[in-house]
């Protein structure tokens, strides 16, 4: 049988589940891009986020495939450091943290984009299109609760 056998974990010991989370979000983000219509579009507010962050600071924005890998790098990272919330501290209820901190990040990014001045089409195209971007960020939150879990696990002994 398993057990629980780890104490709390620090925000540093929780960037590893975070990645799972981000990884597995940025992966079927970019998987519904083959086969979708209206699939949920992150790269193109990372990238229209980049370009305004740019040029707020007098840089001059990338553009092309070379904008199109800092915003996949800027939403592994970012994503990363908040999906790292869901294991931080006590594993008690992981997947509840896991699910709701995913929906809160899904229901921003379907939100908070007009109001950021970033447009609203890459997460609100259709009806469809808005539940599959909050369904997928609560989907990395749950791999993210999952990578945790799984890495808390060890073998008990006899």
Not at 21 to 45: C, E, F, I
Not at 75 to 89: F, I, R
Not at 127 to 156: D, E, H, I, K, N
Request: a positive charge; proline letters at 8%.
């Amino acid at each position: 049988m398993s057990e629980l056998v780890s104490p709390p974990r620090g925000f540093f010991q929780s960037l590893g589940p975070g990645f799972a989370g981000a990884l597995s979000l940025t992966l079927v983000h970019q998987g519904a891009r083959a086969v979708l219509d209206h699939p949920p579009r992150m790269d193109v507010l990372g990238m229209r986020s980049l370009k305004k962050v740019s040029r707020w600071l007098g840089l001059r924005p990338a553009h092309g495939r070379a904008l199109y890998r800092q915003s996949l790098i800027g939403d592994l990272v970012s994503n990363t450091l908040y999906y790292a919330l869901v294991a931080v501290g006590r594993p008690r209820r992981i997947y509840l943290r896991g699910a709701l901190l995913g929906a809160l990040a899904g229901l921003g990014a379907v939100v908070l984009p007009p109001y950021l001045g970033l447009g609203e089409r890459p997460s609100r195209a259709k009806r469809s299109t808005a539940f599959l971007t909050v369904a997928w960020y609560t989907l990395g939150g749950l791999g993210a609760a999952r990578a945790a879990r799984r890495s808390l696990l060890t073998p008990a002994t006899p």
